[in-house]
């Protein structure tokens, strides 16, 4: 009996030291360990960008792909630090929320340096200068400029810097998820008025013969590559990046691609 027992005991010794190797070599090979690989591969080789994916030529899908400046800046970006981007679309108005919890890395979406957005996120610097206008009816004739539109009801894209200025004009704002919701609902009536980033304006107006983009600006402003609060580390790398692809000629290659002169 004692014998049958020392042999079982010795059995079980075995197999507990096997088991033992066996958990030692996953935990010092994370590609044996599923969980460790996923979780390094998050935080050490793909940049998370995130955007909202309906301000074009910015970004818009096209097929099942984010496409567009930023999108493609952000790739250049991500190339440059040896990593590869992963794109998350969401609400636009949800995007500092998401770098604020460590959802993304970043975040690209046509986004303008704001004393309210500082408060939350830091900014890389300037990669695009752009400018706000005014979308109007093709037949509108008493909108002209900037003071026609106080007073009138306008429409913005929830959350951005349009949304923003509109709501210093006129205590009459309409606000869209989406900016294409803003001009239909201009092409229909509903509004007078549509504040937006110009090239987004000229994109959507050129798929609407109701609408009219005015030429006068009615802010100028600049887009950077919002991060974490306090993470100045990889504030620094983009912005290396960015002086590279500025410096090589890339980055301008980039907007001229989506953006063709007038």
Known sequence: MKKYFKTVFALAMTATMMFAVAGCGGSSDPSTNEG???????????????????????????????????????KAVAESMGKELSVEDMAFDSIIPAISAGKVDIGAAGMTVTEERQA????????????????????????????????????????TTGDLYASDVTDSVE??????????????GKIDAVIIDDQVAKALAADNEDV?????????????????????????QINEALAELKESGKLQEIVDKYITAE
């Open 175 to 188: 606000r869209y998820n989406k900016g294409f919701e803003a001009v239909q609902a201009l092409s229909q």
């Open 212 to 236: 009219k983009v005015l030429d006068e600006p009615f802010t100028e402003e600049e887009y950077a590559i919002a991060v974490k609060k306090g993470n100045t580390e990889l504030v620094e």
């Open 36 to 74: 460790d690989g996923q979780e390094q591969a998050t935080s050490g080789d793909v940049l998370i960008m995130g955007t909202n994916a309906e301000f074009p030529p910015y970004e818009f899908y096209e097929g099942q792909d984010v496409v567009g400046i930023d999108v493609e800046i952000a």
């Open 120 to 159: 939350s996120v830091d900014f890389t610097d300037t990669y695009v200068k752009a400018s706000q206008v005014i979308m109007i009816k093709a037949d509108n004739t008493e909108i002209a400029g900037a003071d026609d539109v106080e007073g009138k009801v306008i429409g913005v894209q929830l959350g």
